[in-house]
């Protein structure tokens, strides 16, 4: 393990810590997807290359922007507009971009490296992992599918905004 790993462990560590710490969502999802990032560069490290690719893919593409997708979904009405309009400033974005510039100039620097890796450890090709998901894991992907559609529906349900719905008969009383 040398100065990359710790590098991004760092970037690891700290990102999720702001992850945590941060009470605005849009703060904590960018430091999450920094975070993710930072794994995948760790997951590059140790020699798996194609699992990198699907952590940046499937978590910091996919999934974060179906998060931030909903959020935004759940946060409509005019107070919500102006306050995404603030989320936007230059000033939110550069730690995160410097993290992350920091984890790209890091996994240039470990691609241009030749070094072959460490002994004892197997490359995955993509068709292995395939086999495998859709194999002995089928139904724990299924489930986590099942998961996710669930809480996607029920955060939509319970964020939305409920109207008031006077009956036909009440209307001409209410006025």
């Known amino acids: 393990m040398g100065i990359a790993f710790y590098i ?7 990102s999720t810590v ?5 009470y605005n969502i849009m703060h904590a999802l960018l430091y999450l997807i920094v975070s993710l990032l930072s794994v995948a560069v760790i997951l590059y490290i140790y ?6 690719v699907l952590e940046i893919i499937v978590y910091a593409g996919a999934i974060m922007v179906l998060i931030i997708f909903f959020v935004m979904m759940l946060n409509l009405g005019g107070p919500s507009a102006a306050q995404e309009k603030a989320w936007l ?7 995160p971009a410097l993290f992350c510039l920091v984890l790209l100039g890091e996994l240039v620097y470990l691609i241009l490296q030749t070094r072959q890796p460490e ?4 490359v995955v090709d993509p068709k292995a992992v395939g086999i495998a998901l859709f194999g002995p894991y089928m139904l724990a992907v299924e489930l986590t599918g099942m998961l ?6 029920g955060a939509y349900h319970l964020g939305r905004q409920k109207q ?6 009440l209307e001409n009383k209410a006025t």
């Not at 702001?18 to 941060?22: G, L, W």
């Not at 020699?47 to 990198?52: I, L, Q, R």
């Open 164 to 169: 008031k719905i006077l009956h036909r008969f």
């Open 47 to 52: 020699g798996a290359p194609f699992v990198a």
């Open 8 to 14: 991004a462990a760092a970037i690891a560590v700290i």
């Open 89 to 95: 400033q230059p000033r939110i974005w550069i730690v």
């Open 18 to 22: 702001m992850v945590i710490t941060r």
């Open 148 to 153: 996710l559609m669930a809480g996607i529906v």
């Open 119 to 122: 002994t004892g450890m197997v």
